[in-house]
């Protein structure tokens, strides 16, 4: 019996005197199975009072010491642990914070969030264990990044970054100093949002480019009017490029071509479905729209332009002379109306049914002509009224009269060597 109690005391000896046995990562003490009598109730409390503070600080719900210095004017690499929050500053511009090896057991455990704030005056970067791979650039005054831990099989780690985001400082709001660290920011996107390159002056980034600059005398803009439609006025637009606002189109140019109060310009859209060329605003007699666009459908305008009538008997011309041939056309649209004059010298000897020829357009439909003037005519002329028809797909005003039940084709018998004609024709164009 004595001999057994020995045994057995020595036994419990031997258990009571081992090293305890420690987790990975965060090296809580394990109780000794079989062992611990007096100890594990202390040990058990001891780790889930540390795992519950660990999960805690995980979620966000308390900032731990920080581990950084207050300020640096050097790098700062973080060291272990990292804390759940990171106030950095830095006294001079250009600078990093590394974070530790990932894969190292006191780091970041997967999951894992942590929290840097920039609460110094000038921006930094956070870079991963390396020192050159960018978790998050520019970071600037007053934001916040959130650096997620993935996972940490190597000193890199893999993050999830979200932000950064903007924290309240006095009530405003610190625009990015520049394209590539914008302020705010599109999400997961330093490179477009707002920034500011100067006093006084907002600037607009997209994917690194300025795109809009706000100052106190107006507003700059790239890429507007190219190809793309745009709103707003502005004076001067210049191979798409908006430099300068104005209340009113008082002059400038649109790709090139000034604008204004006494020329007519060039077109502010050119592509495939707005077929401008021209824009003009008339303001005097000399000035013209020529084209016109308006949600695709082009209205185009042609000044005054002449055009030569042709009077024929039966289709031809021989021996026509003339003192007077001249005609003049005004297009809007697929609109034409076309005006001439004729005084001939000799009607020649071709015979037949009198007609015009000429016309600058054809015709889509019947198209109307009404004679305004004729002198030194005879036959049908003097005795009823005269017009003209142009039938559709041509450009060929028939001239007739009033034949009472209908109408009659006027011919070479209806002219005299010395007949003047005039009319104006009105029709529409395909």
């Given amino acids: 019996m004595k001999k057994k109690f020995l045994a057995l005391l020595s036994v419990l000896c031997l258990i009571a005197t081992a090293a305890y046995a420690t987790t990975t990562h965060y090296s809580f003490i394990l109780p000794v199975v079989g062992g611990s009598q007096n100890t594990w109730g202390t040990i058990a409390n001891t780790a889930f009072s540390s795992i519950d503070t660990q999960l805690w600080t995980n979620a966000g719900g308390v900032t731990i010491a920080l581990n950084a210095p207050a300020s640096s004017a050097a790098n700062i690499t973080l060291t272990n642990p990292v804390a759940n929050t990171q106030n950095i500053s830095f ?102 949002g707002f920034y500011t390159a100067g006093a006084a002056e907002v600037d607009v980034a997209i994917s690194g480019t300025n795109r809009a600059k706000f100052t106190s005398t107006g507003v700059n803009a790239t890429a507007i009017g190219a190809t793309t439609s745009s709103t707003g006025v502005f004076t001067t637009m210049t191979a798409g490029t908006v430099t300068t606002p104005s209340a009113a189109i008082t002059g400038g140019t649109i790709n090139g071509t000034t604008i204004g109060a006494s020329t007519p310009s060039t077109a502010i859209f050119s592509t495939t479905t707005e077929t401008t060329d021209n824009i003009g605003i008339a303001n005097t007699t000399t000035e013209n729209v020529t084209n016109l666009n308006v949600n695709g459908n082009a209205l185009t305008y042609a000044a005054p332009t002449s055009w030569t009538p042709v009077l024929k008997f039966g289709g031809g011309t021989s021996g026509v002379t003339y003192g007077t041939q001249t005609g003049s056309y005004t297009k809007i649209g697929k609109l034409v109306l076309a005006e001439f004059e004729i ?19 054809t015709t889509n439909i019947t198209g109307y002509c009404a004679i305004s003037y004729y002198g030194n005519v005879g036959g049908n002329f003097a005795s009823t009224n005269t017009n003209g028809s142009i039938s559709a797909g041509t450009s060929v005003i028939t001239l007739q009269y009033n034949a009472g039940s209908g109408v009659g084709a006027l011919t070479n018998a209806d002219f005299t060597d010395t007949s003047t004609i005039e009319g104006s024709a009105i029709y529409i164009s395909p």
């Fill in 343 to 361: 005084t001939l010298t000799s009607k020649g000897v071709s015979t037949g049914g009198a007609t015009i020829t000429g016309l600058p357009f």
């Fill in 91 to 192: 006294s001079t511009t250009g600078k990093k914070l590394i974070l530790p090896a990932m894969n190292a057991s006191t780091s970041m455990v997967p999951g894992g969030i942590l929290w840097v704030k920039n609460v110094g005056s000038n921006a930094f970067d956070v870079d991963a264990n390396d020192g050159s791979t960018a978790l998050a650039s520019g970071l600037t005054a007053g934001q916040i990044v959130g650096i997620q831990l993935l996972t940490g099989s190597t000193a890199n780690g893999t993050f999830n970054v979200s932000g950064p985001y903007l924290t309240s400082v006095s009530g405003s709001v610190n625009l990015g100093a520049s394209t590539s660290a914008t302020n705010p920011s599109i999400s997961g996107d330093l490179t477009s």
